[in-house]
């Protein structure tokens, strides 16, 4: 039933009556359609997030060096997919452009050689593209999971990781939903399982660059020193003791000096202005898109909107000329 009605919500820009060529009201044959595709059609979801914790290149047991990231995710912004079957031997995909949620489920008929003759996914999302907010994760989660449920298929997070850097070339790691993983975001393994979620952290997004969007793949992967590896190491394990100890102090300190070696690779405007900000009001520390346009002030969990250091940094922020939106929780 949430579903039929957030379809008919989906569609709420579009009239619901029309007039026909005589001036009689009719009902718009796409909203009928909406509405049978909610009630027959399986459903996926896939959630956002707010860039990374931690983003570099990491030695496995092996001593082998990946890159890969730790997600923060951000469940403010979604994307949800309905499924249906059709006759065509095909995979069509609505919006036409939402390409990689198409292939991800290309992929996953070619993989279990399922005999249904083809499927019919719409996929629809409030995340802005462009600004490092997972938004083709997103569809391609929601996309896959309600593809696999039309069909019977159950799909681990590792095998939607597989399925989701085959689709996107780079993938994030939120179909990890219970849990903070270091994932291998070009190669689709997970480096390391923490096995718990990040601590829960109060947090104040801004976009720093809203008219510069920032598509992943039209951006080059950084060229870490051996030093900047070595560092990761290091920040990986106290990023691990953080997620253990529950300690949100620890997980801002890790995003933050992972925030500060990639500007070196993405500089974002006024982020020294933004972490004399974070440090002159009480703030744990900082966090970023390492491949897009969004910065979060880590605060402790749970402060009000009118508390000194929420209100403090929200002015500040906004006489850099920045609009930003706070958090009272993220976990």
Known sequence: MLEHQAALRMDSSRPMVQKNPSGHLTFDGSYLRAKELARDSAVGHGVGHHGEILQGAFRDGEGQIHRGLVTLPFPLFNSVA????????????????????QRAVALLLKQFGTPSPGLLVRVRSNIPIGYGLGSSTADVIAALTSAATALGIRLSSAELLRLAVRAE???????????????????????????RPLPPIGLISINCC?????????????????????????????????????????????????????????PQP??????????????????????????????????????????????????????????????
């Open 82 to 101: 309905w499924t249906v079957p059709k006759e065509e031997h095909s995979v069509e995909i609505d919006p036409p452009e939402k390409t990689k949620a």
């Open 169 to 195: 070339q780079a993938s994030d790691g939120t179909m990890f939903n219970s849990r903070a993983v270091l994932a291998a975001h070009r190669e689709g393994f997970l480096i390391e399982d923490f096995a």
């Open 210 to 266: 809203p008219d510069s969007p920032l598509l992943t793949l039209d951006f080059p992967p950084a060229r870490y020193e051996a030093a900047e590896i070595d560092h990761f190491d290091d920040l990986r394990r106290t990023l691990r003791r953080a997620i253990v100890e529950a300690d949100q102090a620890l997980l801002a300190k890790v995003g933050t000096e992972s925030a500060l070696i990639n500007q070196r690779y993405l």
């Open 270 to 331: 006024s982020l020294l202005d933004i972490l004399d900000i974070a440090h002159a009001n009480g703030a744990l520390g900082i966090q970023v898109a390492h491949s897009g346009r969004m910065v979060g002030l880590i605060l402790p969990a749970n402060l009000d909107r009118f508390d000194r250091p929420v209100s403090a940094i929200m002015g500040g922020v906004q006489e850099l000329g920045i609009v930003p939106m706070f958090i009272s929780r993220l976990q």
